[in-house]
Each structure stands twice: as structure tokens, then as C-alpha cells.
């Protein structure tokens, strides 16, 4: 479904990505792996079409990024993104920041996802009356309301304990189950074990 072929990036004058060339099939469950500065957010921001690539093609389902018409509609339609820090708003609720992207405010899809994510209960509390993990939760619902077909997840678990992060792998292998592609970066090669493959890039090069 997304297909990068000989993908070259620099900064400036340096460069920090290599001919990098990755398919990445419908409903995979995938980790970028390596160092910090090794080029994995660069990766995933170039995947997702937040940065142009100095070089190199990009399709995704047979679509060349170039002959995207409307890179707003197909972010919406195509994209759902996770950090690491959960960048929640502090003064909205759980459902107010998971609802803030949708068109549709009254979305019968949240009652589900809130349930699916083990965030029902907390729904009407503030960023800062729940946990680490249930935060990553809810921002995990916010990438998945607009139902997307691949969602990005950079450092996702950063700032996690060794369960919660666990529990976010999980919870997105189970998306990924479901259909939805997942690119995860990480630095954590352990979690790393629980996707369906592993891409490893060392100074820019996969
Ligand atoms: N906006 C930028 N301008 C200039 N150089 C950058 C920029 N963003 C990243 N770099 C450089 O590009 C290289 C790759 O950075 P990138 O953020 O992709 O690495 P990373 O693998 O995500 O690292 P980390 O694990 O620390 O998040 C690094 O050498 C970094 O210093
Ligand atoms: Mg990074």
C-alpha cells in the first residue's frame, strides 16, 4: 500500500538518508528501529507526507504523491499520527481532544473506541487527571477517529514504563489486526519484537 523507492533526504547540505527503498503491505504491523539521529522520525515524517523528500518516489495504493490533488483530504482520509509526547489539550476533556478532528462531533465511532481503548470511564476528566498510559491511550483514539489506513506512531511509548509500553504495542498490534497499517519508530528493540517486521536504519541507510 505505501511504496518509497530510492528516497534520499539532507538537511542543508547534509544528508541523512540513504536510497531508501520499503514497502509496506496493507494491515502490517511495522518498526523502524535505530539510534538516536539515525533518521527514523525523518522516515516516518517522509511516509506520512509531512516533508518532501529531496529525492525519490512515494506511492501509496498505485497513487503517486505527486498526483495527490488534495494533500488535506488525503491526509485526513489516509493518516492517523501518535507522538511521544501525547500532546493532548490540557484544558479540553479526553473526548473533546479525541472528537477535535472530526467533522462529525456527535461520532458513534467514539463510544466504540473509547471502550476498544479502556478510556470509557475517564472520557469527561482532563489530560492531567490520568495516567501516562491512559493519555497515550486517548491520544491513540484521536489517530484512530477519523478511521484511518495507516496510522505513524513516532517514540510512542518515550516516556512510558516498561508495562504501559507493552500495552501500546499491543493495543496497536490489535489495529493493525483489524486492517489499519502501523509504522512505529522506536528505539526499543525488545517492543520492537512484537511487530510483524523489523526495519533497522543506521546512519540513514535502512
Ligand atoms: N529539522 C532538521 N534540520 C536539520 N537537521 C535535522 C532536522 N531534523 C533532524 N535532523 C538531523 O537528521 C538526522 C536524523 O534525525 P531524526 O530525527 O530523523 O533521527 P531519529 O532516528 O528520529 O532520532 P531520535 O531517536 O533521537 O528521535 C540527525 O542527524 C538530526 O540531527
Ligand atoms: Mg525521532
Known sequence: MIKAQQINHYY?????????????????????????????????????????????????DNLPYQK????????????GFVFQFHYLIEYLSVKDNITLATENQENKYLDELLKYLKIEELSNKLPNQISGGERQRAAIARALINKPKVIFAD?????????????????????????????????????????????EITDGKL
Open 12 to 60: 542543508g547540505k547534509e544528508q541523512v538518508l540513504y536510497d531508501i527503498n520499503l514497502e509496506i503491505q496493507k494491515g502490517e504491523f511495522i518498526a523502524l528501529v535505530g539510534t538516536s539521529g539515525s533518521g527514523k522520525s525523518t522516515l516516518l515524517s517522509i511516509l506520512s507526507t509531512l516533508l518532501k523528500p529531496t529525492s525519490g518516489t512515494l506511492t501509496f
Open 68 to 79: 495527490i490533488k488534495n494533500i488535506n483530504t488525503f491526509r485526513k482520509e489516509y493518516v
Open 155 to 199: 517514540e510512542p511509548t518515550g516516556n512510558l514504563d516498561s508495562q504501559n509500553s507493552q500495552n501500546v504495542f499491543a493495543l496497536l498490534q490489535e489495529v493493525a489486526n483489524q486492517g489499519t497499517t502501523v509504522i512505529v519508530a522506536t528505539h526499543d528493540t525488545e517492543l520492537a519484537k512484537m511487530t510483524d517486521r523489523i526495519c
